[in-house]
């Protein structure tokens, strides 16, 4: 073989050899770009849950600020029967003078 022979054959081997790394090139970029989805598709879905997450937390919250419980409502009604007292202790008063 004579050396344009040699270069054309070493030149041959070296576009098959690239035409493969090109080809596994393409596969691994495919299945990066696929597990790619599936991490953008499973941060959407977990952003979803941390939103629906949230809003149960506020809406426990704010459920929890109004319930009135048992003790809150005697308070309440003995404050007010007091003030009822004191209301009526007042117009006594002015009534009498």
Avoid: G, P, W
């Avoid at 090109?22 to 849950?49: G, H, P, V």
Wanted: net charge neutral.
């Amino acid at each position: 073989m004579d050396a344009n022979e040699e270069t054309l054959v070493l030149f041959t081997t070296r576009i098959r050899q690239l035409i493969l790394r090109f080809k596994e090139m393409k596969k691994e970029k495919e299945d990066l770009s696929a597990l790619l989805e599936e991490r953008d598709s499973t941060i959407k879905k977990l952003e979803a849950q941390l939103t629906q997450a949230h809003n149960d937390y506020n809406s426990l919250k704010m459920a929890r600020m109004i319930e009135v419980s048992d003790k809150d409502m005697e308070n309440a009604q003995s404050r007010l029967s007091k003030l009822i007292r004191d209301v009526n202790k007042c117009m006594t008063l002015l009534s009498e003078k």
